[in-house]
């Protein structure tokens, strides 16, 4: 298959490109607009077409989707804290940018899957989300993703558009850019650095391995009902507090460095997704978060070279607004 991939040069969407490639033998053509999120080092090592555009730009649009069969949009602003700051990208490449890709899709009569969010759904104090849940987003990020799904579903109901729509749950892995809580705490522990807890820490999230979502996207894409949406969730919930613990056993860092610091405003105090619609096409998650853990920490571990760069440049300003005083 010759796939259009929206945001391929970012975290889940690199490692999704890579799964592609290797184990399926696709053909891709990378669109990404490469925002301090977006690098290309994370496709290094997989074979793709690269074109350096954004999804809201009709033009690179057309040029990038030529040829392509089906059209995998992962291209977002993704950190809920950057959302709150600074929401102007978040409305620009989840609204306009989610509309001019689908009207691409809908000129070249190619299938479209959105990957989206359990945060469309808000926070759920027991028990999980289905597909038929409410959509009850809290943050800038949630509710732009909110409406680029509802967008896309009108493409479908309006245009017959073949649309597809993935709500995964919080994805950890190597390439995650680290200023997410799990790569953040690995590297920080790594770097006897303090460890920034939100709140009481008691904060619950249902963590899904990057690769576990990207065969979760393959298996809606090949076999999804088109119109439908699709939770991918993990197989484990677990409280940030624990997390961080978890890391500091890992690393050996010194419990000492556990910080807590102010709660981010309007903050979900739980995920939880049922995926049975998607273990219905015939997907399970592989990998449990104690397995996927360990693997990410050792990832972190044997690839500086990746995340040296970062942690020098751009990315010590967001640390300083972000957490500055707080964390001395
Ligand atoms: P990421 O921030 O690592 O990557 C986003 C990529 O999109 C980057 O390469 C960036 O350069 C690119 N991009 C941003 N704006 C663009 C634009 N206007 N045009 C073209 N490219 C643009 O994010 P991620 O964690 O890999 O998330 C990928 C997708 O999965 C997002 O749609 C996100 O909402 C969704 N998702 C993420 C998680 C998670 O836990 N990270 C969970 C569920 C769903
Ligand atoms: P994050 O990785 O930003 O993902 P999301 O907000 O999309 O779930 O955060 C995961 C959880 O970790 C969330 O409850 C916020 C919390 N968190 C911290 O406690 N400290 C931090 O420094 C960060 C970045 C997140």
């Known amino acids: ?110 299938r479209y899957l959105q990957v989206s969010t359990d945060e469309v759904y808000g926070s759920i104090a027991e028990g999980s989300f289905t597909e038929g849940s409410p959509l009850a ?70 963590w899904l391995y990057v690769e576990d979502f990207g065969r979760g996207i393959g298996h809606v894409l090949a076999h999804g009902r088109p119109g439908e949406v699709y939770n991918v969730g993990g197989p484990d919930e677990c409280p940030n507090l624990e997390v961080v613990e978890r890391i500091i056993a890992l690393t050996g860092a010194d419990r000492e460095l556990l910080t807590y610091v102010t709660d981010r405003p309007g903050h979900d105090r739980r995920y939880s997704l049922a995926s049975e619609k998607v273990r219905a096409l015939g997907w399970e998650a592989q990998v449990h978060f104690a397995e996927g853990l360990e693997q990410t920490v050792a990832w972190y571990r044997d690839n500086p070279e990746w995340w040296g760069p970062i942690r020098s440049g751009d990315y010590r300003a967001y640390y300083e607004r972000q957490y500055g005083s707080q964390l001395g």
């Open 1 to 110: 298959m010759k796939l259009l991939v929206c945001g391929g040069a970012g975290f889940i969407g690199s490692n999704f490109v890579r799964l592609r490639v290797r184990d399926h033998g696709d053909e891709v053509v990378v669109l990404d607009k490469l925002t301090y999120a977006g690098r290309r080092e994370n496709l290094a090592d997989v074979e793709h077409v690269f074109v350096h555009g954004a999804i809201e730009d009709r033009d690179k649009v057309a040029e990038a989707i030529e040829g392509c069969e089906a059209v995998v949009n992962f291209a977002a602003e993704t950190h809920v804290d950057r959302s709150i700051a600074e929401p102007d990208a978040f409305v620009t490449t989840h609204a306009v940018g989610t509309y001019v890709l689908l009207e691409a899709a809908r000129e070249a009569g190619v």
């Open 137 to 206: 987003p809290s943050s800038p990020y949630s509710a732009t993703k909110t409406g680029a799904d509802l967008l896309v579903a009108s493409y479908f109901h309006t245009y017959g558009l073949e649309t597809l729509i993935c709500r995964g749950s919080n994805n950890y892995g190597p390439y995650q850019y680290p200023e997410k809580l799990i790569p953040l705490m690995i590297l920080n522990a790594m770097h006897a650095d303090p460890l920034p807890v939100y709140g009481d820490g008691q904060q619950v999230r249902n």
